[in-house]
């Protein structure tokens, strides 16, 4: 082993300059060589490029060949390399996988970009773009979210465009003529020295698919369609049964798991007493913490599957994407 990787390293020292030279060669190394999708026993000189395409779409001198003097080459999509950023951090342009929040929130994470009429913007969940259904349209959103640190107007960087109302269980019941009621009830109970007390809740008539919302940037140079430590979106699918899957997270940064459930019907503490019931959702391992919430999750080939928005300490909650952009009219 020790020969055949010193006649791999003399031959990679003596062409790496040439590999370079290539546009869209980022990195080249010794690896094992994978095919379909699995690693071999056979040393190969790995090309890292930013985006694996097929020969025909590209010009003939930069086509890799499959060997070099004798030694097989690999090629392998890593995306754009870069210097790793504080996920809490201001950053321009902002990708996915990093702080944002609506001004009277905490902070969560920017999922990514997506499209509505032909026009870019934000994706995330609802309680951090729109405070739990207490946003207003307009409302200024922060990179970073105000725990990391936003303020306003510095790091104002969107504004609330769109939410999804969530149907929590159990609310207050927000009609007046209900709450009058219970009142001239409460009245009459404190008028006889009565301890009883009436409240008034609305039951929860529809359960939530998604806990998603969108923002508009203010410009189009302040964000990437890039996803911090994962690279670009290269499409869609739906959530499977076993399937891989990864996110970047304001948090916990790049995580991998897999779909342990599918068909998930979940109820979900929001904290002050407020619950709400999820159902067609997505459940993985333990891949997230509090603040990954809105957070894109994609699958092994980088297609968009899931939006992250709850978990535990041993579980993650997934809205399926194809829920959140029926919801939202969206596209990538």
Known sequence: MNSDISKVREILKATRKRLSDNPDVVATGIGYKIVDGKKTSDLSITCSVKRKLPGSQLLKKDIIASSVDGIPTDV??????RAFMANTGRIRPAPGGISIGHINIT??????????????????????????????????????????????????????????????????????????????????????????????YS?????????????????????????????????TVSGELGMAIKKSGRTT???????????????????????????????????????????????????????LFAGSDSTTIINRIENVFTALGLSI
């Not at 998604?210 to 430590?229: M, Q, W």
């Open 76 to 81: 392998i999509q890593t995306g754009v390399i």
């Open 253 to 307: 940064g790049l995580t991998t798991g897999e779909i342990a459930q599918i068909d998930v019907s979940v109820t979900v503490s929001y904290g002050d007493n407020k619950t709400a019931l999820f159902v067609d959702q997505l459940m993985a391992g333990a891949m997230s913490q509090g603040g990954d919430s809105g957070s894109a999750v994609l699958n092994a080939d980088n297609k968009l599957t899931g939006l």
């Open 203 to 235: 039951v929860q008539a529809v359960d939530n698919l998604v806990d998603a919302a969108i923002a508009k940037p203010f410009n189009i140079s302040d964000v990437t369609g890039e996803i911090l430590e994962i690279g670009t979106i290269q499409g």
């Open 107 to 200: 902070a969560g994470t920017l999922g990514c970009l997506v499209k509505k009429n032909n026009e870019v913007y934000i994706l995330s969940n609802n309680h951090v773009l729109a405070n739990e259904n207490n946003g207003q349209i307009g409302d200024p959103i922060l990179q970073p979210g105000p725990y990391d640190g936003g303020l306003y107007p510095g790091d104002h960087i969107a504004d609330l465009y769109q939410f999804i109302p969530i149907n929590f269980s159990d609310a207050p019941h927000k009609c007046s003529t209900v709450n009058g009621i219970a009142g001239f009830l409460n009245g009459l109970a404190k008028m006889v020295n009565s301890s009883a007390r009436f409240r008034t």
